[in-house]
């Protein structure tokens, strides 16, 4: 039997790495985004987070992450290794629980998934074939604000974390995304930035706040990035000794000469 394109897609991405995948056959124990708040699962995922880092700022801040990473991951992912798109509705999404507030896994549901029309995948009944780039990312875009924006309200109603600082989150990941599957895959990595960056100019079109962005820092062949925006998790009591050691390799907050000396130490 032939392989949906949804499904192709997620192989080649775990094939890279299993948490590049995504789920295309959730079984027992996934949950559906789309009813995580009515079932009152945000506030189970909130408390386990709130006991573990001690502050419902960095707690909020961490669910706003997973939440961002159960759209931005799949979806992103896909567009860069193979110019498709899953579908990032919220009725599509579902995530399998690890047990502290974050997920194990990501998933769709269906297999609606966005092509451009000289895909080989174009004439499947699964397919949204699109005439061109740009229509392929606003598509990607708009479904992602749609779908963002209620996970974020929620968040924001529960914790002392704004919304700009969780759409800027989000933004972050999508560079993280492009980044890292760019190295994963072999591919340039500042294509991969430029693509990262015109799915960000797409999303600014649909979300309703103006959020921070990233910018580039490479170090030796390699390009990280600094992110627009601070997650707190250097505020967790989950992490012993000083505040500033604690701060992340790519932090707003950690200065460039000991990001730099950390990134360095990580090798090639």
């Known amino acids: 039997m032939e392989s949906a394109p949804v499904a192709e897609t997620a192989a080649r991405l775990a094939a890279l790495d299993d948490y590049a995948g995504f789920s295309v056959r959730p079984g027992d124990g996934w949950v559906a985004l789309a009813t995580a708040e009515a079932d009152g699962r945000l506030d189970h995922w909130l408390e386990l987070l709130i006991a573990e880092h001690g502050g419902r700022n960095v707690a909020g801040s961490t669910l706003g992450s997973v939440l961002a990473a159960a759209v931005v991951g799949p979806t992103v992912g896909s567009l860069l290794l193979d110019r498709r798109c899953p579908d990032p509705a919220l009725s599509n999404l579902t995530a399998l629980p690890a047990g ?53 309200q929620a968040v924001r109603t529960r914790a002392p974390f704004g919304l700009r600082n969780l759409w800027g989150l989000a933004a972050d990941d999508v560079t993280a995304t492009a980044l890292w599957l760019a190295e994963l895959a072999g591919r340039d990595q500042q294509a991969a930035w430029s693509r990262a960056q015109r799915l960000l100019d797409a999303l600014a079109r649909h979300v309703p706040v103006r959020f921070p962005r990233s910018r580039q820092f490479p170090v030796g062949d390699r390009l990280h990035q600094v992110r627009g925006t601070c997650c707190l998790y250097y505020r967790s009591t989950a992490e012993p000794g000083p505040p500033a050691e604690n701060r992340c390799d790519t932090c707003p907050l950690r200065d460039d000469d000991s990001r730099r000396t950390r990134l360095l130490a990580y090798g090639p």
């Open 100 to 152: 502290n507030g974050e997920f194990d896994a990501r998933g769709v549901r269906t297999g609606v998934i966005a092509v451009l029309t000289g895909d080989p995948a174009a004439a499947h009944p699964d397919s949204v074939a699109l005439p061109d780039e740009d229509a392929l990312d606003d598509w990607w875009a708009s479904r992602a604000a749609a779908t963002l924006t209620p996970l974020f």
